[in-house]
């Protein structure tokens, strides 16, 4: 990607700072709203086609199995989108594949308004789910190829000193996201069905083409734009293979870094069945409906916005290691409760603190990844980072699925909570280089 000339370079809104200062970069403020409006239509879509696969299957397994093809393609495409961000035009690739993505929302769309898709009464055709299964599969190979752009781009939207604000109001966009994206989905398949879900999460993803296609996208700390085509010929000629070794034995050496990737990897693995499990939660513990779905997951992530806004107020902390033990430690143990939890009424305040540990965790193992790369290892990097949640959540969403159908919602997600807590401790007691960085 070459050097944006210095009349596209981004301008400064001197006004801002604080806890919003990175968005005084004109650049990043046009995909901070771009992404938001793409994120809350995906988080619809996630409300509405989880009750959509229950409603079909009747099955917490299926539920798993849908989780698992959105998120497959994540194992072996997310490495490769890796070397390709580093070596393509990040902006262009990020407007393909989310415009792709938003194509196979709208095919959903399209199926379950025209009753293709038949999940009603007595018309119910489990069999259908084949045709949600495909589609996912398809959004997911788009979210896998572009995710490491979508985080390595961040250090070029702004300066390094707001690289960690740039990080955390990100995240608190998504979270923002996962609040608004289920209060609309609550209202919309009330007035338009599941369908409008869909179809709304398809024209969402306008936003965020519209946006990528403005802004201008700028190396930092790269090389010149002239030395950047020379290097292009030679970069060809290395395989890919060659490049992602090259990623792994980079991670290898640095301790620091391979402590993150670890905990991470633990933390998506039997965390996340907190958001997988929420419709049979929803539906077979609670009784509820849509509606009540739509509540635990605006619920949990208005915790993880509380987290990512508490993060960006507070900047580029000190002892961030040590932060994160901690959100990992309150990880498990606010799941473990939840699942535990008697009523609704004492659940639904614990899946909002849960949500605000699981989000602090990963925004400040974001931060920590991206200060400790270097700016031409940081694609590779940052794949093998999204690589520790988007290639565990197949087997975590699979297998917790299956667990749930054959020993309940409850045991099921206290068990992965516990799992969660008690690595938390061993890494606490047994990594001193971690808690000191």
């Avoid at 539920?63 to 990040?90: E, H, Q, S, Y």
């Avoid at 018309?123 to 752009?149: H, N």
């Avoid at 946006?211 to 201008?216: P, W």
């Avoid at 031409?376 to 699925?401: A, N």
Wanted: hydrophobic share 50%; proline share 4%.
């Amino acid at each position: 990607m070459s050097t944006a000339p210095p009349q596209a370079r981004t301008t400064r809104t001197p006004r801002a700072g604080g806890m919003f200062r990175a968005l005084r970069h004109s650049n990043f403020r046009l995909f901070f709203v771009g992404a938001f409006l793409s994120n809350a239509g995906t988080w619809m879509q996630s409300v509405a086609q989880s009750w959509l696969v229950l409603q079909l299957t009747d099955s917490g397994t299926w539920l798993g199995v849908d989780t698992f093809v959105a998120t497959a393609p994540g194992l072996v495409l997310t490495l490769v989108g890796g070397v390709i961000a580093d070596k393509v035009d990040r902006k262009r690739l990020l407007i393909y594949t989310q415009a792709g993505a938003g194509l196979s929302a709208l095919a959903l769309a399209a199926l379950v308004w025209a009753g293709a898709i038949r999940w009603q009464g007595a018309a119910r055709r489990p069999t259908d789910v084949w045709m949600v299964l495909v589609l996912s599969f398809v959004t997911g190979c788009c979210w896998a190829i572009s995710g490491p752009s979508y985080q390595a781009i961040t250090v070029d939207l702004v300066e390094r000193e707001d690289l960690a604000n740039a990080i955390a109001l990100n995240s608190s966009q998504f979270q923002l996201a996962r609040v608004a994206g289920p209060t609309l989905a609550a209202v919309t398949m009330k007035l338009l069905g599941m369908a409008g879900c869909f179809f709304a999460n398809g024209l969402s993803y306008a936003a965020i083409v519209a946006a990528l296609s403005r802004v201008s996208f700028e190396r930092r700390g790269g090389a010149p734009a002239a030395a950047e085509k020379a290097g292009k010929a030679e970069a060809a000629r290395r395989s890919m293979r060659n490049d992602l070794a090259e990623g792994f034995r980079y991670v290898r050496g640095r301790p620091r870094v391979g402590a993150v990737l670890l905990c991470s990897a633990v933390v998506c693995l039997f965390g996340s069945p907190y958001i997988v499990l929420l419709p049979l939660f929803a539906r077979n513990v609670y009784g509820w409906d849509e509606a009540g779905l739509s509540l635990l997951m605006g619920t949990a992530g208005g915790g993880a916005l509380v987290g990512a806004l508490g993060l960006a107020y507070l900047g580029d902390v000190r002892r961030k290691g040590l932060i994160l033990l901690a959100a990992m430690l309150s990880a498990g143990t606010c799941i473990v409760s939840f699942a535990s939890a008697p009523s609704p009424r004492v659940a639904v305040p614990l899946l909002f603190l849960a949500g605000t540990s699981m989000v602090s965790f990963f925004a400040l193992g974001n931060t920590l990844i991206q200060q400790l790369v270097t700016d031409e290892m940081r694609g590779r990097v940052m794949s093998m980072w999204i690589l520790t949640f988007i290639g565990t959540l197949p087997v975590s969403g699979f297998l917790s699925g299956a667990a749930a159908d054959r020993f309940g919602p409850r045991p099921t997600l206290a068990a992965c909570g516990l799992v969660v807590l008690l690595f938390g401790v061993a890494t606490a007691f047994g990594n001193p280089r971690l808690r000191e960085m």
